[in-house]
Nanobody, 123 residues
Framework: VQLQASGGGLVQAGGSLRLSCAAS????????MGWFRQAPGKLREFVAA????????YYTNSVKGRFTISRDDAKNTVYLQMNSLKPEDTAVYYC?????????????????WGQGTQVTVSS
């Protein structure tokens, strides 16, 4: 499966961005999808995930109430709407399909990591 994340950029604190992740090569609808991020010098961390079918969503505490994950299976795309952005949200954001049993927040249960998209939030 191939993934293409887009939508990143430079935004002031308090602003918004909408990330998109287009998937191809496999049946997108069969997979839960997750967004992770990695800041310089830090480990990759879980941001949000959406279950197969979109019935359940999961968020790390620091983004709850600010970020919204959604999916459009007809377009093979998962989105991450990010509002009220903070400088600490600055990172490269990655999407990936969940390919193994386990917690949605565990990056080891995901595979086929694509190239990320840079999000920079200025103070």
């Amino acid at each position: 499966v191939q993934l293409q994340a887009s939508g990143g950029g430079l935004v002031q604190a308090g602003g918004s961005l909408r990330l998109s992740c287009a998937a191809s090569g496999r049946t997108f609808s069969n997979y839960g999808m997750g967004w992770f991020r990695q800041a310089p010098g830090k480990l990759r961390e879980f941001v949000a995930a959406v279950s197969r079918g979109g019935g359940s969503t999961y968020y790390t505490n620091s983004v709850k109430g600010r970020f919204t994950i959604s999916r459009d299976d007809a377009k093979n795309t998962v989105y991450l709407q990010m509002n009220s952005l903070k400088p600490e949200d600055t990172a490269v954001y990655y999407c990936a399909p969940k390919s193994a049993i386990g917690s949605y927040s565990d990056y080891k249960t995901y595979s086929y990591w694509g190239q990320g998209t840079q999000v920079t939030v200025s103070s």
